[in-house]
């Protein structure tokens, strides 16, 4: 990134001590017999502190993005450490066999472990290392999507937008998430095709973060000049929102969509998609999908999946999803709702905590 400065004692010196304050609390509060999960890329030092002082405790450990190639995660100048920080568990989450397969070459490279059939050998101790969809509470999404406010909600946006081509989306506004690449792929679009520029709108939620400012007015350029070019009185072909909306708006508006865009240059699971799909039962609207996005692996043959750096594949993408027919909408929507069922929250946490005792057992038997 352009903003980096290359190697800040200080900033590893404050991870480390703040790892080894969440060590400390976890050493307090443990019993034998517990099972320790660590999660995500701030705590990766994490679990080799807690083996270091709980030898014998049930540690597994979950990475909530994605993990990169040897050859870029190599570039780290505490590569080693993050690695042995993560390998003091008993089991190594990660989201998708790509990430599964890096992690596990970049240790070997790094590290000079000897791999098993599920993971790797680290000082005479097998850690397996694991491929975990994450899902969401479907259950728990489809409650709150039954509420009333939402079905109001849902009847007031038809109203509002009738007529119109709905296209909606929600992310966080970081050069990772591709929000400029999905602005200029839906301008790529609306030159390309001219009959729908006065019947599209495109409504992006944006939600702020520390590197906003740069990259807000990179976006801005790109909404003000669709907006200047296809934008009437009456019509504005771009709708942004620098801010979150509440829950039940935000359902309303995937209950409402014609499509969703996810351009996610790389991410985890998104699971913005997961909740789109449940609240499309009624429409079965189209998911157009990063192949960036972990999420992408499961959905793959339900979703227009496109390469979010190539604006013209978002633009035929977009107006794929708009001129759909009613089976083939319905025949994708059934293939996706099927993967959102079965990769739930809770098979995803099942599956992980089963696996850490699996392994844990193993290891102590050996």
């Known amino acids: 990134m352009p903003q980096w400065h290359g190697w800040e004692k200080s900033a590893y010196e404050a991870t480390l001590a703040t ?51 040897s050859e870029i995660f190599r570039c780290l100048h505490v590569r080693k450490d993050l690695l042995e920080g993560m390998l003091g568990a008993d089991v190594v989450g990660l989201q998708t066999f790509a990430y599964k397969r890096h992690f596990v070459q970049t240790a070997k490279s790094v590290l000079g472990l000897e791999g ?23 259950a728990g999404v489809e409650e709150k999507w039954s509420n009333a406010s939402v079905g109001e909600l849902i009847d007031f946006l038809g109203q509002k937008y009738a007529g119109k081509h709905v296209l909606v989306a929600r992310d966080k506004l970081d050069h990772v998430k591709g929000v400029r690449q999905k602005m200029l792929g839906y301008e790529e679009f609306l030159v390309k095709n001219p009959e729908f520029a006065a019947s599209t709108v495109l409504i992006q939620i944006a939600l702020t973060t520390a590197e906003h400012n740069e990259l807000q007015v990179q976006v801005m350029d790109v909404v003000n000049r669709i907006n200047s070019r296809f934008g009437t009185i ?27 865009l996810i351009t996610s240059l ?98 102590t038997a050996a």
């Open 19 to 69: 790892c080894r304050r969440f060590a400390d609390r976890v050493v307090d509060t443990y019993r034998e017999g517990d099972i320790i999960w660590v999660n995500d890329y701030h705590l990766m030092l994490l679990p080799r502190l807690l083996r270091e002082r709980l030898p014998s405790a049930k540690i597994g450990f979950f990475l909530h993005i994605p993990f990169p190639s």
């Open 116 to 138: 098993t059939s599920t993971g790797l050998i680290v000082d005479g101790r097998r850690v397996v290392v694991g491929q975990y969809a994450m899902g969401l509470d479907p």
């Open 234 to 260: 009456e019509h504005q072909p771009v709708v942004f929102f620098h801010n979150d909306i509440p829950y039940n708006h935000y359902l309303a508006l995937l209950s409402t969509a014609d499509a969703m």
């Open 266 to 363: 790389r991410d985890g699971m998104n699971l913005t998609s997961h909740e789109y799909v449940i609240c499309q039962r009624d429409k079965k609207s189209p998911l157009i999908l990063s192949e960036f996005v972990g999420t992408y692996g499961t959905f793959n043959g339900g979703a227009l999946g496109i390469n979010p750096m190539d604006t013209r594949a978002i633009a035929q993408a977009i107006r794929e999803a708009l001129v759909m027919g009613d089976q083939e909408k319905q025949d994708r929507w059934n293939f996706l709702h099927r993967q959102v069922l079965s990769n739930s929250a809770t098979s995803f946490v099942s599956s992980l905590i089963a696996d850490i005792e699996r392994a844990h057992a193993e290891a």
